[in-house]
């Protein structure tokens, strides 16, 4: 029996395609497990963030819920009342201490934002009373920051020394609307 070269070469070229198709299917099977792997492994991880996440966010709320009670107390304050408390700065530092205007910066109608208001105050007094007083204001129990501060030395007829004169500008932060 005389078997034709022809067929033959045909049986090993299509014996050939087989194994290769073979072995591109078993690595393609292997890469699919390994990213399936991954994907379980970062799923696994992405999980375990937002877990941590969550117990960190939880840590700080109960870290801070006095000082957020302190910081809604204090926004929640009417502009009479912060200028009332402006105006007390003074009782502590021994000079009086006098709001000339308090005015909105644009407020917002949305509920639960805050407002800001431009404070404008003057005080007379000894250059340690108006820098004791700065101190105070500076750090009043309210949301607010120092927008401005003009320190002059008062003068009088004949060059007399009649102490200091401040102009204090501040945007306090409240929910209060007016």
Partial sequence: ?????????????????FAWYGIW???NDLLDQALAR???ASS??????????????GALVADTTNDRAALEGA???????????????GTKTGIVVKVDSAQSQGSSAAAGTLNDFAVVAEADGSFAQIIRTLQELE?????????????????????????????????AFTSASS
Avoid: F
Avoid at 44 to 57: F, L, M, P
Avoid at 141 to 146: F, G, Y
């Fill in 1 to 17: 029996m005389k078997i034709n070269i022809h067929i033959i070469a045909a049986a090993c070229v299509l014996i050939a395609c």
């Fill in 25 to 27: 299917y078993i690595g």
């Fill in 38 to 40: 991954a994907s379980t």
């Fill in 44 to 57: 696994a991880q992405a999980q375990s963030d937002r877990v941590a996440y969550t117990k960190r966010i």
């Fill in 75 to 89: 926004s929640g304050m009417s502009i009479v009342s912060i200028a009332t408390l402006i105006e007390s700065v």
């Fill in 139 to 171: 750090s009043l129990p309210l949301p607010s920051t120092v927008d401005q501060i003009e320190i002059m030395q008062n003068g009088g007829a004949g060059g007399a020394d009649h102490g200091w004169h401040l102009n204090i500008r501040l945007s």
